[in-house]
């Protein structure tokens, strides 16, 4: 709307450039809140939120490269949420190892309720309409797509007077006993207790850098794929396929809350590692359900036969079995092309994924994401033990942005190209892959202080 130059191809680095933004800051903001308070990163990071909010509101103001301005601001965005690092740093700071897990998924699901309001919040601002309201003195329009992100600047102000009113350092060692922070005013300088001696287990942070890089990938993919598997599949349109599909992230969203909360409780009699392994097999099977079966072939969409995008040499006998053409739909009065279009040369011949596997899909991701989520920090954060954990956290969110970066990246190539059946095999291998680095490593993937005989696990 405000730059006729931008196509799609540009959208998908819109999208792009918030989890690159926060993939470069995490370990920078990280590494500053080793060394200083972390009210000052948390500060400037939160401020860098706020400015870049204002500066998608005036995206219209310029007269050219309006595209650009937008691109910077969700960059700005992404690069202001790499705090993320210092909050679970701090986290993993201020608690001991039994009241760990718990706070991490309270973290989580703080998260998670943040994804749900959010859509709902955009849901009322569309209220407004594209039209809006116009501050001429100030050249501020408030409309349906300015309202979000005005809203979230004022969050962000928010947050940074709580930063300053509330926020205090914080520090405990594994036991809960109170330490000194290096984090505090006046003591930078001042040494870590005799119980961070010893060095971090860096095959394990490997381990779970790479873990963690795998279950934000897959739910990336699971995001992503959403919208055109639905078109596909249930000639759905693209209004319907958002509505509905918002709606079923909604109920994940709402079930992830409730897994946090049960997590908390099942941590303690099982442990995180096998916590971890029963999510990843959950999202394993998950998966698994998605792979298509049976025989009968998804609708084919009638526009682009109608169009005559078909070599005129080549009958629809030889695209679509003669059995089959029932599939193709060509419906009189459908003005959006709905089906799976004739252009994915899968669609001839790869079986259709029902609805009720795409639910029931919908239903083990939601369930095995947000365990193996919290089950990562937490098992993080106790590997790394008493040092600052500030870098460590930003290699971990990096790895996580990295993640959401390549799995648009990945749904678009392999998704559009080969279909569903190679798309979800690859996954379910990836998946196992990571299964079988798990079982590697369990052994090693123990607190600190358990692993210099400082505790009992």
């Known amino acids: 709307q405000i730059d006729p130059t931008a196509d799609a191809s540009f959208l998908g680095w819109i999208i792009a450039s918030y989890s690159i933004g926060q993939m470069v800051a995490s370990p920078l903001f990280g590494l500053w809140s080793n060394y200083r308070p972390r009210r000052e990163p948390l500060v400037v990071s939160t401020a860098i939120s706020v400015a870049a909010n204002c500066l998608y509101a005036y995206v219209h103001a310029p007269h050219s490269h309006n595209k650009y301005y937008m691109l910077t601001a969700r960059a700005l965005v992404g690069f202001g949420a790499g705090n993320v690092a210092v909050v679970r740093s701090y986290i993993a700071g201020a608690t001991s190892l039994t009241e760990r897990t718990s706070a991490m998924a309270n973290t989580s699901a703080c998260q998670a309720v943040g994804f749900i309001l959010g859509p ?58 109170q330490c000194k922070s290096i984090n505090s005013e006046g003591e930078e300088n001042d040494v870590l207790d005799q119980d961070a001696e010893g060095n971090i287990d860096h095959v394990a942070v490997v381990a779970l850098n790479f873990l963690f890089f795998v279950i934000l990938f897959v739910f990336a993919v699971f995001e992503t794929i959403a919208t055109p ?38 941590s303690k009699r099982t442990g995180e590692r096998a916590i971890l392994h029963g999510g990843l097999l959950i999202v394993l099977v998950g998966f698994f359900i998605l792979l298509p079966w049976g025989k009968k072939l998804p609708n084919i969409q009638w526009q682009e ?16 079995p003669f059995w089959s053409l029932q599939a193709v739909q060509l419906p009189s009065n459908q003005t959006e092309p709905v089906g799976c279009p004739i252009t994915q040369s899968w669609c001839r011949n790869t079986p259709m994924i029902y609805l009720a596997q795409y639910l029931s899909s919908d239903v083990l991701i939601g369930l095995g994401y947000p365990v193996c989520n919290v089950m990562s920090y937490t098992l993080y954060s106790k590997i790394l033990g008493p040092k600052p954990q500030g870098v460590y956290m930003g290699w971990l969110t990096a790895s996580g942005s990295g993640a959401r970066i390549l799995g648009p990246v990945f749904v678009s190539q392999v998704y559009t190209h080969l279909g569903p059946r190679w798309a979800f095999s690859l996954i379910c291998g990836v998946v196992v892959l990571s299964l079988l680095v798990l079982e590697i490593v369990y052994k090693r993937l123990i607190a600190f202080s358990v692993r210099y005989g400082r505790m009992q696990e």
Not at 157 to 162: E, F, G, R, S, T
Not at 307 to 313: A, G
């Open 120 to 177: 709902v919040f955009q849901t009322c601002f569309t209220l407004i309409g594209e039209e809006g309201v116009t501050w001429k003195l100030i050249r501020l329009e408030l409309n349906m797509y300015t309202a979000p992100v005005l809203f979230g600047a004022l969050l962000g102000v928010i947050n940074i007077i709580l930063i300053f009113a509330i926020f205090r350092e914080h520090r405990v060692d594994d036991l809960g006993r």
């Open 305 to 320: 036969i109608k169009n005559n995008s078909i070599p005129r040499t080549t009958s629809i006998e030889t695209l679509v």
């Open 229 to 266: 598997l639905t078109m596909d599949m249930y000639s759905w349109t693209r209004k319907q396929a958002v509505f509905y599909n918002g709606i079923i992230l909604s109920v994940v969203g709402i079930e992830s809350v409730i897994v946090f909360m049960v997590v908390k409780m099942l």
